[in-house]
């Protein structure tokens, strides 16, 4: 029975469903963004030493709609860029409602965040099939020299088979 790890949240599964529009949301895998959804969640909840486990989710009303999309088969996901919202409390009279800068991040990080999950998958996938028809590629050459050598092989062989049989003849 998952329930959200923000503070002050009630929202758990047995209590809303997803006709209602309620999601919930594993932790990233990406450690850069594991690393800002967690500060996120402690600077909301007040606790600087909580650590996620795996069950550890938190509910679609602390991200952006625009931050929401539908797959294909009808799941609600996150958008790689996706970032928990922080809600203005009492005791706050501004925080940020996301990170406020990724300036520190790697370029090559911050596309990977920013692409969908669909995107990424076929990033993925172009990555494996470029390996894969590389691999090919040499499989290929390397044949073609295999055989190469293979025909200089059998001319040898008939030369000298050739030879034999003139001088069987004569």
């Known amino acids: ?3 959200c790890v923000m503070r002050f949240c009630t929202n758990y599964t047995n209590k809303v469903s997803k006709s209602q529009g309620i999601t919930f949301h594993s932790f990233p895998l990406n450690e850069l963004r594991r690393i800002r959804w967690v500060d996120i969640v402690r600077q909301q909840r007040k606790e600087e030493s909580w650590q996620p486990n795996s069950s550890s989710k938190i509910c679609s009303n602390h991200f952006k ?3 929401k999309y539908t ?3 009808g799941f609600i996901l996150l958008k790689k860029s996706a970032f928990p919202v922080l809600e203005a409390t009492e005791d706050s009279q501004s925080t940020p409602a ?19 999950p669909h995107t990424a998958a076929l990033k993925n996938c172009v990555r494996k099939l ?18 190469r050598r ?9 030369a000298i088979l050739n030879q034999v049989k ?3 003849i004569l």
């Open 1 to 3: 029975m998952p329930s």
């Open 65 to 67: 709609d625009e931050d």
């Open 71 to 73: 797959s294909c088969n």
């Open 98 to 116: 996301s990170p406020s800068s990724l300036a520190d991040e790697n370029v090559s990080d911050l596309e990977s965040i920013l692409d969908t």
């Open 130 to 147: 470029t390996l894969e028809k590389q691999k090919l590629i040499n499989k290929n050459r390397n044949l073609k020299k295999q055989n």
């Open 150 to 158: 293979l025909q200089k092989k059998i001319a040898n062989l008939s």
């Open 166 to 168: 003139e001088k069987r």
